[in-house]
């Protein structure tokens, strides 16, 4: 769980962004502020004053907490405090208090080098930890970042809802359907009361994706008869429950041991095709224009085996089926050894395109590509936060949700060995998340007798 260094811009502070200076048509000045895009037309502000229930200012000081401290809640969080205006993490939310100790020394720093150390000022009692400490910290923000792992995203996103707050959540937003229903049906409310959601699919912020896809949309390779879509990597962190009990000198219940381990428990985590495989299947969406209708999978654990490795599967292999009748064919792998691929392709009647997380190109009559890299992270935060201070509509919710579906959709398919159509994928009532949350409470899966969890198996299964 080390942060991604690229997940920490250096950029100076009071950056412009192309977004922000996009937002406003440039005649007068607000009072306080620098740069193009701080300038907006006095009938733009009279609106934005009258339907933004939080914010009327683009001076005024924006409180965030951060629920979830762990790697990416503190890149997000340094990246919200790297944004334009007054801005200042005020409140913290975990299960585990040396996460949030941790994550607080490397933001503290984080601001001390870009000279604000006034941007980071948690009072004791603004640190709440536990199951319920979310809705204690999201009662004091205004904009809340929501970083936990996955399965606790739709409680966590409907409450911020609820509380009426803007909202960045990363990716997944959800581990099961009824999870994606509540997200969805929150994501309504959030539209109905003007509220700015963000969600971390930060490709939706990278200009090699956004120029790339306009093309496509333009036809420059045809029509779209088919795409891939590849996550092939290795094995992601794991914390033994050896390693784990000497660390805290003592025995972990089950619950603490499979929070502390989250990646391999899908009431958690989702499967590594909903937790990692979603950008390269929210990708394919973007080009199609919406979801998938059918699944078809296989999957399995050949290598990756052990008590500490859960109930995940280490391969997916998954083909979507779209409106159209064209097929996504899709992998995500987790073993050692192997051929590794992170991208997409697409298949047009008129040429092809093939997308890395750093290099964009398209190819037949209308070529074009670029290997321009943009800070993703920031720019998403950038864009977030340039739409609170300008009040214009902002909520990537929905695609974040079906996106979250799409890669749901293709576990279902894997697990059970089944053909599924999407209509009733969707309106499953399986739910992962125990009923009760605390540390002595029972979880949804528990080790057998030999220290094995006991995985899906294809064609026994049940999904739906
Ligand atoms: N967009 C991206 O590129 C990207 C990159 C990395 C991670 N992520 C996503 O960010 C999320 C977090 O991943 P991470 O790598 O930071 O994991 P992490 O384990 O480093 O951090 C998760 C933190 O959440 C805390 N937590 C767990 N359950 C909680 C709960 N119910 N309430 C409050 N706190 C809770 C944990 O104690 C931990 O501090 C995941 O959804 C992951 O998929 C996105």
Redesign the pocket.
């Known amino acids: 769980?080390n942060?991604?260094p690229k997940?920490f811009s250096r950029r100076q502070f009071f950056k412009t962004t192309g977004a922000a200076a996009a937002g406003g048509s440039l005649l007068v000045p607000l009072a306080g502020c620098r740069g193009p895009e701080k300038t907006t037309t006095l009938a733009t502000v009279a609106t934005a004053a009258a339907a933004t229930p939080v914010f009327a200012q683009h001076t005024d000081e924006l409180k965030i907490a951060l629920?979830?401290?762990?790697?990416?809640?503190?890149?997000?969080c340094s990246q919200a405090l790297n944004t334009e205006g007054p801005i200042k993490l005020i409140a913290m939310?975990?299960?585990?208090r040396d996460?949030?100790d941790s994550?607080l020394n490397t933001l503290k720093d984080e601001v001390a080098k870009h000279n604000k150390p006034e941007r980071v000022d948690v009072p004791e009692e603004n640190k709440f930890i536990?199951?319920d400490?979310?809705k204690k910290a999201i009662a004091l923000a205004d904009v809340v970042i929501l970083?936990?792992?996955?399965?606790?995203?739709p409680m966590?996103f409907e409450e911020a809802v609820n509380q009426g707050k803007n909202i960045f959540m990363?990716?997944?937003v959800a581990v099961d359907a009824p999870g994606v229903r509540k997200v969805l049906a929150a994501a309504k409310i959030a539209k109905e009361k003007n509220l700015k959601v963000g969600v971390?699919?930060?490709r939706h912020h990278q200009t090699g994706y956004i120029e790339s896809l306009k093309r496509l949309h333009d036809g420059a390779i045809g029509d779209i008869v088919a795409t891939r879509a590849y996550w092939n990597g290795n094995t992601p962190w794991c914390h033994t429950r050896a390693e784990l009990e000497k660390q805290y000198g003592r025995k972990l219940t089950e619950m603490e041991y499979q929070?502390?381990n989250?990646?391999y428990f899908v009431w958690?985590?989702g499967d590594h095709i909903v937790?990692?495989h979603?950008?390269n299947l929210d990708v394919i969406n973007w080009i199609k224009g919406g979801h998938p209708v059918k699944a078809r999978g296989n999957g399995g654990c050949e290598t990756r085996k052990g008590p500490d490795y859960g109930e995940i599967f280490d391969h997916h292999v998954v083909e979507f089926e779209y409106p159209d009748g064209s097929v996504c064919f899709s992998q995500c792998r987790h073993q050692q050894g192997c051929w590794n691929e992170v991208a997409e392709y697409a298949i047009g009647t008129k040429g092809k395109a093939h997308f890395t997380d750093g290099s964009w190109r398209i190819t037949g009559p209308q070529k074009w590509s670029s290997k321009t890299q943009t800070d993703k992270?920031q720019q998403e935060h950038d864009d977030l936060f340039a739409a609170i201070r300008n009040n214009t509509p902002y909520n990537e919710a929905e695609y974040g949700a079906h996106s979250t579906m799409t890669s749901i959709f293709g576990r279902m398919s894997t697990y059970s060995g089944k053909q599924l159509d999407w209509d009733e994928a969707i309106a499953s009532n399986i739910e992962t998340m125990p009923k009760v949350?605390a540390w002595d409470a029972e979880t949804p899966t528990k080790p057998g007798p030999n220290g094995l969890y006991q995985l899906p198996v294809p064609g026994q299964t049940v999904t739906v």
């Not at 939310?93 to 585990?96: I, K, L, N």
């Open positions: 769980m942060i991604d997940e629920i979830g401290c762990g790697g990416r809640g503190t890149g997000a939310a975990d299960v585990f996460r949030m994550a536990g199951f400490a979310y970083a936990t792992p996955p399965g606790f995203r966590q990363e990716k997944p971390g699919l930060q929070m502390r989250w990646y958690i985590c937790e990692q979603i950008h992270y949350l």
